[in-house]
């Protein structure tokens, strides 16, 4: 089992930067990919990014180029830098971790793809 803890969140204006972290503990090698995802007031789940042990990484366009997701050189923690914000980047904060080992990045950008969810953080961005 992997358990994962996410900080950092909070309340920021428009155009500001937070910064996110996971930690993860347990089986720490079961977390061969960690992701975020968020989800605001009334909608669905949605992929933010993702990285792989391997670093390769990849991010929903509505972030690219303002997130910068990665993970400390022990692998136990992912962090989400998160730049000029806007107010529809509001929502909690999940960080995810799969065991799966996908040759395709891509495959974790699907929430059922991963094993492990952390609780969440909520960001606030006002305007």
């Known amino acids: 089992q992997v358990q994962l803890v996410e900080t950092g969140g909070g309340l920021v204006q428009a155009g500001g930067s937070l910064r996110l972290s996971c930690a993860a503990s347990?089986?720490?090698?079961?977390?061969?990919?960690m992701a975020w995802f968020r989800q605001a007031p009334g909608k669905i789940r949605e992929f933010v990014a993702a990285?792989?042990?391997?670093?390769?990484?990849r991010y929903a366009d509505s972030v690219k180029g303002r997130f910068t997701i990665s993970r400390d050189s022990a692998q136990t923690t992912a962090y989400l830098q998160m730049d000029s914000l806007k107010p529809e980047d509001t929502a909690i904060y999940y960080c995810?971790?799969?065991?799966?080992?996908?040759?395709?990045?891509?495959?974790?950008?699907?929430?059922?793809?991963?094993?492990?969810w952390g609780q969440g953080t909520q960001v606030t961005v006002s305007s």
């Open positions: 990285i792989t042990q391997s670093t390769n990484t």
């Open positions: 995810a971790a799969s065991h799966w080992r996908s040759a395709s990045i891509g495959d974790y950008g699907q929430a059922r793809n991963h094993d492990y």
């Open positions: 347990g089986r720490t090698s079961n977390a061969y990919a």
